[in-house]
């Protein structure tokens, strides 16, 4: 994966009909190649005055321009403090919100403009994994209805007849006793609870998991069980993950790449290698700076960037790169300019890891001592 580009030429597949969109979404793709494609994606939640007559006075600009590939068979790693619009992120990919603007391509259709059908197929081949492992559970509910009720949307998956089979298939391949198929939410334990969140996204035989912070409610001991258990489904099923986290070891144990976000924009992308042991933005420095290091003989020679300042608000984010307030190499450019997600020009054309790219006017290779 050392060779990836971020974005790659978008084959769009023109579609006259529900039957050739659903075709060209069912259409197998190569190892390797795109099968998600967002390209300038924005998300702007309106603020609003007045109570009878509303009227916009400004957004809250959550996602703001951000474009990647996913590749068939990898995982993409999405990281950034809280606030920074990953999660707005997956939401948009799922459609559970709709986009103020950009275009998200999967094989090769924009699934912004679908509907009927088409749009079912895709909702079929691209599932989720949410944070909280409990509040996504209906508890009044058995675990076998949970996982069944994908089968009520989707009966061309599996037939009635068999249904209460496929579901204790499912909880058998992600380490749960089928006989637990009539117990409720409530009688299982958080780490078992997001195997149950597992079995159901895997239910309908998708191609792309999202996972929204799977692993950040559950114990450490936990979290590699369920780590380990997502590792080997990719591996089993061939699936392509878009995996978001804050815990930076855990990304980059399970990430091809990694993508860092910074207050609704891409700042920082490449391979796990390149960003973890040569990252170039100041931000993704700082991320990792400060993870904590167990060994005391690195921690004496580490270099630990505090950042000043607050996180500015997205409703007001400021001009320019939108970290110049918190950088501490920020200068006039910073502030007219924005800082275009492209190969630094200092690393323009050399093979070296530092040759990724990263959102900076002045970006500089830096040595970051970390847990990871």
């Not at 992308?269 to 993870?291: F, R, W």
């Not at 307030?325 to 450019?333: N, P, S």
Request: glycine residues 8%; aromatic residues 6%.
């Amino acid at each position: 994966m050392d060779a990836t580009p971020n974005v790659t030429e978008v084959e769009t597949v023109e579609a006259a009909t529900d039957e050739e969109a659903v075709a060209a979404i069912e259409a197998p793709v190569e190892r390797g190649e795109p099968i998600l494609q967002v390209r300038n994606l924005v998300k702007h939640f309106p603020l609003t005055q007045g109570i009878l007559f509303k009227r916009q006075i400004g957004a809250v600009k959550a996602v703001d321009g951000v474009s990647f590939d996913l590749y068939q068979g990898e995982t993409l790693g999405i990281v950034g403090e809280s606030g920074c619009g990953k999660s707005t992120v997956a939401k948009l990919l799922m459609m559970l919100e709709k986009a103020t603007a950009g275009e998200i391509f999967y094989k090769g259709q924009d699934i912004t403009k679908l509907s009927g059908r088409a749009l079912k197929a895709v909702r079929r081949n691209i599932q989720m994994v949410f944070q909280d492992p409990y509040t996504s559970l209906n508890p009044r509910m058995t675990v076998g209805d949970i996982i069944g009720e994908t089968f009520e949307i989707h009966p061309e998956v599996a037939p009635k007849g068999d249904r209460r089979r496929k579901v204790q298939d499912l909880l058998d391949v992600v380490g749960l006793n089928p006989e637990y198929i009539n117990r409720y939410p409530h009688q299982f334990s958080g780490g078992q609870r997001q195997r149950i969140g597992i079995a159901r996204g895997l239910a309908l035989n998708p191609e792309i998991i999202i996972c929204d912070e799977p692993v950040s409610a559950l114990d450490v001991s936990v979290q590699a069980q369920v780590i380990n258990l997502m590792e080997r489904l990719q591996n089993e099923f061939n699936l392509s993950y878009l995996f978001i986290a804050h815990d930076l070891s855990i990304v980059r144990h399970i990430s091809d790449r990694v993508g860092v976000m910074y207050l609704g924009k891409m700042a920082e992308i490449g391979t796990d290698t390149e960003i973890y042991e040569h990252p170039t933005h100041p931000y993704t420095q700082a991320l990792l700076s400060a993870v904590p290091v167990p060994d005391p003989e690195s921690r004496e020679g580490r270099e630990r960037i505090i950042l000043t300042g607050d996180v500015p608000s997205p409703a007001n984010p400021p001009s320019g790169c939108r970290f110049r307030t918190r950088c501490w190499k920020a200068q006039d450019k910073c502030a007219e300019e924005v800082p275009l997600l492209a190969v630094p020009q200092p690393f323009k054309g050399l093979d070296t890891p530092a040759a990724h790219e990263s959102a900076c006017h002045f970006a500089e290779e830096k040595d970051v001592v970390h847990a990871a």
